[in-house]
């Protein structure tokens, strides 16, 4: 666990640059790790899906991706292409949330 | 009379039931328990059955002598519960049971329906599955008259039942077609969504390398969108592709039907409930218990035991209107099969994830967390006869409910050998 400073907030993420405390996190957090992911503008489709996450996250973990198609009405295809390559890690990462996992 | 009506008949089912029966004054009381089949299927022996350690007589028996005496059995299928008015209505036979409590224990099935291409022409040919009695037996055929060739184990999604059977079963595969002489003509590949088999950061550390030893492959981020079945392929949702001779998947996981129909559910008709408690947000009457509650721990029958010893403590008191004081804390323990006769264990919470360390006992074991020993093997065979002897008859387990720290070995505690393991 390290601390990073991000659009000038500190804030604290693990090895993967996932943020740990959800609480950390903001917009401007959001926009500059969407750039870093390879996502230049986050348009209001994308701020749909994390808004809607951020919402719907157990114990500060990101929902499934097929949570996140029913909750949102977008297709898993939409999905791919608003978050190319990942969507349920990318978008855990963009919202401040921890990414989907196992229980190993 | 009261009314208790446990819907599903499973490992959460016929423990709640079996417990109550005692805890519960049956002059008060009636505890009924519905479910469709006769049979009681003991879950976690399938994994066994494809490669002939277990036969079908080893995970069955008839429901009906599972149960407690004062327990009442009704064979009947679901079709919808009827909230507002404490009712659910059965089809076949077409019956309407009221109750004052209703437990939805109605567990998680396998829906290779949910993904195009699974069940069509090469299901159960060269398409398979094991989170069935009759998915499990078709592959044990399979796998007796298989002659190698590249064998592919994918997840549709997450959450399913037992998170850790897919890697069992490849690391059993590894063994098995060792035994048969032909590991050499086999490629074994694991397809996951998630970000790796391991992905908690300590497992992850300690156990990375058991997939790599036993030469078996990991694809990572794969969301299968479709079975192409003539090409035996299994296509993303991202145009990746992998090639396969012989699939076995691990289909989506949904929560019955019945959930649906009558609006209980979430997206993947899994009961939304407290997660210390069980409770239902929206109906104070409605409790739902095992792999049909949507909570963020394994479905697994051992969380489904820990949950239920918190949640007859719970219940009694609830009843009389009481404060529910036992708050489950998401503890589940699960054995891993890594073949060659052994296994590893492995013991966690809704906080904790799976630390090295011994157990039950701290540091004597003989169990031994995160890590491969031949006890841990016999450990999971000796837990079938636990299963139907002591677990479902609802007798005490001397383990507690609630996880404990102690015998876990944590970052700077443990001394030299996690140091060891960990390097």
């Known amino acids: ?104 | 009379m009261k009314r208790l009506l446990i819907l599903g008949g499973g490992t959460a089912g016929t423990m709640v039931a079996n417990r109550l029966s005692r805890m519960l004054d049956p002059l008060e009381w009636t505890i009924t328990v519905v479910d469709q089949s006769q049979t009681h299927y003991y879950q976690p022996g399938f994994l066994f059955i494809p490669f002939g350690i277990y036969t079908k007589q080893d995970v069955i028996k008839p429901r009906r002598n599972l149960f407690a005496p004062g327990v009442e059995f009704i064979q009947g299928t679901v079709d919808v519960i009827d909230a507002e008015a404490r009712r659910v209505h059965l089809s076949e036979p077409a019956r309407t049971l009221p109750y004052d409590f209703l437990v939805i224990a109605t567990g998680a099935h396998v829906r290779p329906d949910q993904t195009p291409g699974m069940m069509e022409q090469e299901w159960r040919r060269s398409i398979h599955e094991f989170y069935t009695f009759e998915g499990a037996l078709a592959l044990a055929e399979q796998l007796r008259r298989w002659k190698g060739g590249r064998l592919v184990v994918n997840v549709v999604d997450f959450p399913i039942k037992c998170p850790v059977a897919p890697l069992e079963f490849l690391m059993l595969a590894d063994w098995f077609f060792h035994e048969q002489g032909i590991r050499d003509r086999v490629e074994l590949i694991f397809v996951t969504p998630l970000s790796g088999a391991f992905t908690k950061p300590l497992a992850a550390k300690l156990l990375g390398h058991l997939l790599e030893e036993k030469g078996i492959r990991v694809v990572p981020e794969f969301m299968v969108e479709r079975v192409d079945p003539d090409a035996k392929k299994l296509i993303a949702y991202d145009e990746q592709e992998v090639e396969y001779d012989l699939l076995v998947t691990v289909p989506l996981n949904m929560g019955d039907e019945s959930i649906a129909r009558s609006g209980l559910g979430d997206a993947l008709n899994f009961v939304p409930v407290d997660k210390h408690t069980f409770l239902s947000p929206k109906h104070p009457e409605i409790f739902a218990l095992g792999d049909a509650a949507a909570l963020p721990t394994s479905k697994a029958g051992s969380a489904a035991h820990f949950a239920v010893e918190c949640f007859v403590e719970n219940f009694v008191r609830y009843v009389d209107g009481l404060e529910m004081l036992h708050k489950f804390d998401g503890h589940a323990n699960c054995f891993i099969e890594s073949g060659f006769g052994k296994a590893l264990l492995i013991d966690f919470n809704y906080d904790v994830e799976p630390l090295p360390g011994r157990y039950p006992l701290p540091g004597i074991g003989p169990l031994t967390l995160l890590e491969e020993s031949e006890a841990n093997h016999w450990g999971k065979l000796m837990f079938r006869w636990m299963y139907w002897h002591v677990l479902l008859k609802g007798e005490a387990l001397p383990l507690p409910a609630q996880m404990s720290m102690a015998g876990k070995w944590t970052n700077g505690q443990g001394g030299r050998r996690y140091e060891h393991v960990a390097a």
């Open chain 1, 1 to 104: 666990m390290t601390t990073k400073t991000i659009e000038g907030f500190t804030v604290e993420v693990n090895e993967e640059g996932f943020l740990v405390s959800p609480e950390q996190w903001n917009e401007e957090i959001a926009r500059a790790i969407a750039r870093e992911e390879g996502i230049e503008e986050l348009t209001p489709q994308h701020w749909q899906v994390i808004r809607w996450c951020r919402e719907n996250a157990v114990n500060g973990r990101s929902p499934t991706l097929r949570q996140i198609t029913a909750g949102t009405g977008l297709s898993t295809k939409e999905l791919f292409a608003l978050f190319p390559k990942g969507p349920a890690k990318k978008v855990a990462r963009i919202a401040g949330l921890g990414k989907p996992e196992g229980c190993v």
